[in-house]
């Protein structure tokens, strides 16, 4: 079993920055892969980055490559999302979630959710 809480969403400015972070409960956090997904108002929840357990591998969803990263302390149990030259198109709430298989790119599914931090920004 895994908990995970975002942390660091908040209302910034269109071009600024934020870093969101996500802390896991749980010993085998090391073992698992990490993403991030967000969630529009009136949309659907899309992926945003994912990371391999070792963090030797990143995936990014295409309207947030170059601006976005995704990165990972395994002595922590934390996740972290850097997010750079944000848009008003960035806005939603944003989901920090666990999967122990093996995804090698976008994953087919999560087997554990966070509750989500609400980033918001103004134009």
């Known amino acids: 079993q895994v908990q995970l809480v975002e942390s660091g969403g908040a209302l910034v400015q269109a071009g600024g920055s934020l870093r969101l972070s996500c802390a896991a409960s749980?010993?085998?956090?090391?073992?698992?892969?990490m993403g991030w997904f967000r969630q529009a108002p009136g949309k659907e929840r899309e992926f945003v980055a994912g990371?391999?357990?070792?963090?030797?591998?990143?995936y990014y969803a295409d309207s947030v490559k170059g601006r976005f990263t995704i990165s990972r302390d395994n002595a922590k149990n934390t996740v972290y999302l850097q997010m750079n030259s944000l848009k008003p198109e960035d806005t939603a709430v944003y989901y920090c979630?666990?999967?122990?298989?093996?995804?090698?790119?976008?994953?087919?599914?999560?087997?554990?959710w966070g509750k989500g931090t609400l980033v918001t920004v103004s134009s």
């Open positions: 979630a666990a999967d122990p298989r093996r995804w090698g790119g976008v994953p087919g599914g999560m087997n554990y």
């Open positions: 749980g010993r085998t956090f090391s073992s698992y892969y």
């Open positions: 990371i391999s357990w070792s963090g030797g591998s990143t």
